[in-house]
C-alpha cells in the first residue's frame, strides 16, 4: 500500500486554473477533476488546507489598478475567492468529502470564521479546510495566505497548483531558452526576481521553513503524485 510523503499540506489553488481554457469563470469539468484528486487524498489520509485564489473573477491589482482605491479593489477579490470557494466545497461534497469553509472575512451565514484551532481540529478529523478571503487584509496576495495558513496549521509542505509546470530562469512564454529547475532555494528566487510567489510569501515561507512545490494545476493527478512523494514540478526549499 502507498504511503503518503506528507501528513498535512496546504494546497493553493489559482482561481485561472478552475477557470479551465475560458480563462474567467468556473470549469465544472475541471473542478470535479480537482476534487476527485483531492478525495484519494484525503482517503489516503493526508489532512488537507486549500487557499484559492479569485483571478478567474477579480484581481485586485490588476482589475483595479489605476481605476479605483485599492483597499477596495482588493477586498473585492477577497469575494471572489469565496466564489470558488464555496463551488470547490459543494463539488467535494457531492463526492462524499467532509469539508468546511473558513473565511478571514466574517460571513456567518455561508461559512465559519477562520479560527486556527477550530481549523486544526477540523483536519485531525479529516475534514478538508478551504479558506477564503485571503489574509483578510488588502495589499496581501492569495499566495501570501497560503504561506501564512501553512504555517499556522503546521503544514509539512505548500502545493502550490498554477498554469505553469515548474520555476524557470525566465518567463518560458517569452524565453525559449529559458530553464527549468528541479529545485532552487529561497534565496536564489528572491535574488533572481523569480516569479515563483511574490517576495512577501517567498520570504514567510523561508523565515518558516516551509517546502514549497509548484506544479500545473492542467493535469490534477499531479497534487496526488506529489503528496505520494513524486519528483514533480519544483520544490523550494532551503
Known sequence: ??????K???LKV?????????????????INQVCDVIRRCAEKGVQIGIVVGGGNFWRGVK??????????ADHMGMMATVINCLALADVLEQQGVPVRVQTAIEMRSIAEPYIRSRAIRHLDK?????????????FFSTD?????????IDADAILLAKNIDGVYSSDPKKDPTAVKYDSITYDDV?????????????????????????FALKEPENIYRVV??????TVVKD
Not at 489559482?14 to 469539468?29: C, P
Open 144 to 152: 501570501t495566505a497560503a504561506v501564512l495558513r501553512a504555517a499556522e
Open 14 to 30: 489559482s482561481g485561472e486554473a478552475l477557470a479551465g481554457d475560458q480563462k474567467r469563470g468556473l470549469d465544472f469539468e475541471v
Open 63 to 72: 482589475d483595479g489598478g489605476g481605476r479605483m482605491d485599492r483597499n477596495r
Open 8 to 10: 498535512r499540506v496546504l
Open 190 to 214: 528572491l535574488a533572481q526576481h523569480l516569479e515563483v510567489m511574490d517576495s512577501t510569501a517567498t520570504s514567510l515561507s523561508m523565515d518558516n521553513r516551509i517546502p514549497v512545490i509548484l
Open 1 to 6: 500500500m502507498e504511503t503518503p510523503k506528507y
Open 228 to 233: 505520494m512523494g513524486e519528483n514533480i514540478g
Open 126 to 138: 479529516g475534514r478538508v479546510v478551504i479558506f477564503g478571503c485571503g489574509t483578510g487584509s488588502p
